[in-house]
């Protein structure tokens, strides 16, 4: 069973447990579908195959449809609750295509199709398991889709290829290249929050010292004589 299967089957209770949550999730994955939506358009303008710009326009009317879908989705949950809208799904485009080129480029993106059917099928299992057909409807509709993705991009990359070694090369380098990307998106979001800890400690320690030094040394108005 791939990893990103098991770390979803594991932590799927506690993160679709509430309904507030479960919106704010569903609401991600529009943005990451619209934003890789941009991606494929860009990458169907610069290719040099009319026939790969043609899967990739055919893949980003698919992220177009999913990233509605999901942001319905989460709206309709926002609604339910009461709870203020979470804005309109609009992503950036992360020019991946013209970052990695086109090789790394589709491993990228089989790589990311295929993780997204490992968890998405979990996904679909717990809520079957907690009774909400609803949203297990939702990823099995999704997953019809990324399961031809994930199979057309590995075709592609293995025919764009010299050779099947340096399609499976390209997989180990995006693999490599992710995970370094992911340790650094960690370590800039845990150095956010200990700045923000240690900022709101150091006031709180410093508000009493202050209050000592007023009272050791406290203010006058006016000239002072010097001594």
């Not at 698919?62 to 009461?82: N, S, V, W, Y």
């Not at 025919?159 to 960690?186: D, I, K, M, N, Q």
């Amino acid at each position: 069973m791939p990893a990103a299967a098991i770390v979803a089957r594991l932590f799927n209770p506690i993160v679709w447990r509430r309904p507030r949550h479960t919106a704010r999730k569903l609401h991600g994955f529009a943005l990451a579908e619209h934003g890789s939506m941009l991606d494929l358009r860009l990458a169907a303008r610069a290719t040099s195959s009319p026939a790969r710009a043609a899967a990739y326009l055919r893949h980003a009317d698919d992220e177009t449809r999913h990233a509605r879908m999901f942001g319905k989705a989460a709206q309709r949950l926002i609604e339910e609750l009461g709870a203020a809208p979470l804005g309109p799904v609009r992503a950036d485009s992360e020019q991946l295509f013209v970052s990695l080129g086109e090789l790394d480029f589709l491993a990228f993106v089989h790589v990311g199709e295929a993780r997204a059917i490992a968890q998405f099928e979990t996904y679909v299992e717990h809520f079957r398991r907690v009774g909400n057909e609803r949203e297990a409807s939702l990823f099995e509709a999704v997953l019809v889709d990324e399961r031809r993705h994930a199979a057309y991009t590995r075709a592609l990359l293995f025919e764009l290829g010299a050779s099947p070694r340096e399609a499976e090369a390209a997989l180990r380098r995006v693999r490599r290249w992710e995970a370094w990307r992911t340790w650094l998106r960690a370590g800039r979001f845990l150095a956010e929050r200990v700045y923000v800890a240690a900022m709101v400690l150091v006031y709180v320690l410093a508000a009493p010292l202050g209050l000592l030094v007023r009272v050791a040394r406290p203010s006058s108005s006016g000239w002072r004589e010097r001594r």
